[in-house]
């Protein structure tokens, strides 16, 4: 959250663009100095996000065969999937794909985020590197519903790795929760002028051909501030700890990474209960025994 200071600071500057900048850098700061101050918005107004219990997974080339036995047999005693994807930036040139996270939600309502760390995949002939292979095969099957917060196309970036296809990605059901949002929240908050503050689309500052932004939807539907600051953070470096020997600051550093991907996830999971397109029912968020084997719990 911004100072006092920082805010009126960032606010003068979002309204006094020099008028020598022009066209897509104009657009660009301007663009750079909304988000710093919906950010502060939702941070002064809401509490912080917090994560449902959930078992995180990362796949790398550190996974064992055994732990990825077990994955593929949990992806295949569910059919409801909750999935995102992590780029990175890099100058004048194309985003540079770098982790798919996606949730397992069991029939109990336990879950499961996986971190696929893209750049740091298992050689092509090994076993492993099968065996992910699998767990997308298991992933991409017709009998399966899958939820992303915008266009699925984008996941054809990662076909290039070579754990699987672009016939396999649409084999399965997608469900775009960012347009189903919008429709929910269409239908559920239309617009009321006897009340001081409507919060139909309009009201909210949100046009009608715009889609929502997912820190929004969480904003408004779940009263809760998802933290976005860390959206160009360099989702490449190897996240799992056991990749390389780390430090405690480079431990804390790629935790807040992580932690802001699988969010992502889990923000989806909470919109889809608090819409009810999936029931919330009494379950148990402990993990199974054959389950914990060396995975992190957060909660």
Known sequence: MLSQTEYEDTLWKYNNIPQSITGKNRKNIRQLYRKKLIEHQYASTYPP?????YELIFLNFKTTEKILNKVINIINSSSLFVLDTESVCVFKQEN??????????TRELNTYILIIEIRHLPKPHTSTFALIKTVFESLFQSNNQIYVWGPIEELENFTQFGLF???QIFRCTYKNLQNDFKLYWYKNHPHDS???KCICEQCLGIQANNPWSIQDAVGHQLHKWLDKRLTRSPFDIGLDPNLVQLNSNQVEYRQMITRYAADDCDAMFQLLISMDLINQQQSSPIVPDELDD??????
Do not use: D, R
């Open 294 to 299: 060396g995975l992190e719990l957060l909660l």
């Open 96 to 105: 540079k794909s770098a982790l798919i996270q996606f949730q397992i939600i």
């Open 165 to 167: 296809t672009s016939e």
């Open 194 to 196: 006897t009340i001081s």
């Open 49 to 53: 996000f917090q994560s449902s219990p």
